[in-house]
């Protein structure tokens, strides 16, 4: 059984909430690359991936990755994808992987992703709200 409400009353409404769900939404919907098929499609979607969601090594080496590291995580089981000084340039030198952390809490990987993670947010998200308050929730 799929959960769709919970019997916990909440003293307010959960306005952060509704708000996150609407900026998850629009930003999968409008601003990420589509699941196109073909080869183009998916070099978009890497494109856009590595432009802008948080990449591990890119927050453990505080830097973007180099062109050769992105080569190197797309080839599966590569250990030196991560390398402490790469020979060519970043690709995204002005991506700031700071800010990549917060962005990649609105980015998903398909509809199945979005839906599951909005419902439990629908479901749950209010009352987390309610007991934290609005700008504590957000935080």
């Known amino acids: 059984m ?37 080869v183009s499609g ?28 992105i080569r190197a995580t797309l080839r599966q089981g590569d250990p030196s994808a991560c390398r402490a000084h790469p020979r060519t340039p970043a690709a995204f030198p002005d991506k700031n992987v700071w800010l990549a952390v917060l962005i990649s809490m609105f980015l998903h990987g398909s509809w199945l992703h979005l839906g599951g993670n909005m419902l439990f947010l629908w479901v749950f998200g209010n009352n987390v709200e309610d007991h934290l308050g609005h700008l504590r929730y957000l935080v």
């Open 2 to 38: 799929i959960p769709y409400k919970d019997e916990n009353p909440t003293y307010s409404p959960a306005v952060v909430n509704w708000l996150l769900i609407l900026v998850c939404v629009f930003v999968y919907v409008w601003i990420q690359p589509s699941a196109t098929t073909g």
């Open 42 to 69: 998916y070099e978009e979607q890497v494109r856009f991936t590595y432009r802008w969601a948080a990449v591990p090594c890119e927050v453990t080496q505080g830097r973007p990755l180099a062109v050769e590291e």
